[in-house]
């Protein structure tokens, strides 16, 4: 009886706080181990609650593939794609409360490209922006809280 007691609590234990297999740190933009060993695999980090923080894959340190990270009520936050390190394609952030604020793109190097779309907390258009490797171009928009158009500004 007092074995199956402890077995009991001891997953009980790890239910609610999950073990974490390793220590993670960064250096120059590249992940370590505990070692300084650069990492390599699908990793996820973890809220102090047991809740998924984050989820991402690493090459030889560098994070290279999907990423998600979720608020600590386990609504998602944000979701992309890296390339070799760098933010790559499209790019997505909610509120706390499940509503999308903005939607970005990237280029191959890391700099913003394309059209950047940012809205507000009740999900209403505030911004289109137009990018190109980094450098501002085309007509941004600007909305009011209104939903109206209030500004436009070229480059």
């Not at 650069?38 to 990793?43: R, T, W, Y």
């Not at 903005?102 to 990018?131: C, P, Q, R």
Request: no cysteine.
């Amino acid at each position: 009886m007092k074995i199956s007691l402890y077995i009991t609590s001891f997953f009980l234990f790890a239910l609610i706080n999950p073990f974490f297999s390793q220590q993670i740190s960064t250096l120059d933009g590249r992940f370590l181990s505990q070692n300084g060993e650069l990492l390599e695999g699908d990793f996820e980090t973890f809220y102090e609650t047991g809740q998924l923080h984050e989820s991402f894959q690493l090459i030889n340190g560098i994070q290279q593939g999907d990423f998600v990270s979720y608020y600590a009520n386990q609504m998602k936050e944000e979701e992309g794609f890296y390339h070799q390190g760098l933010k790559f394609g499209k790019w997505k952030k909610w509120s706390k409360d499940g509503v999308l604020l903005s939607e970005t793109f990237y280029g191959v190097n890391g700099h913003k490209d394309g059209n950047w779309k940012i809205w507000d907390k009740d999900g209403n258009l505030k911004a289109l922006m137009i990018y190109e490797n980094g450098k501002r171009v085309g007509s941004w928009k600007i909305w009011d809280e209104n939903g109206q158009l209030a500004q436009i500004i070229s480059y």
